[in-house]
């Protein structure tokens, strides 16, 4: 397991909603590696949930915005953790 983090560009028509590109940092068992995100998410109110594919695969997500930045907990095949997203 590990946490990641992920810094978006906006594709979509609001904070958290609609199509996103841009680099997600990961920390698995002290090593740090950036890879190229795309994630798909839909916003109810200040919850998100959605999809993201990058460098080597795919996962769900459902967090809560909070201020500027969105809290997540994350699933890819096996692996799982939690996450902060910014715009």
Do not use: C
């Amino acid at each position: 397991m590990g946490e990641a983090s992920a810094d978006l560009g906006k594709l979509g028509a609001s904070a958290f909603n609609g199509i996103y590109h841009g680099v997600m940092t990961r920390n698995v068992s002290g090593e740090t590696e950036e890879l190229p995100v795309e994630a798909i998410l839909q916003r109810n109110g200040d919850g998100v949930a959605g999809r993201f594919a990058f460098g080597v695969g795919e996962g769900e997500l459902r967090g809560a915005v909070v201020g500027p930045a969105l809290y997540f907990n994350w699933q890819s095949g096996d692996s799982f953790s939690k996450g902060v997203g910014s715009n």
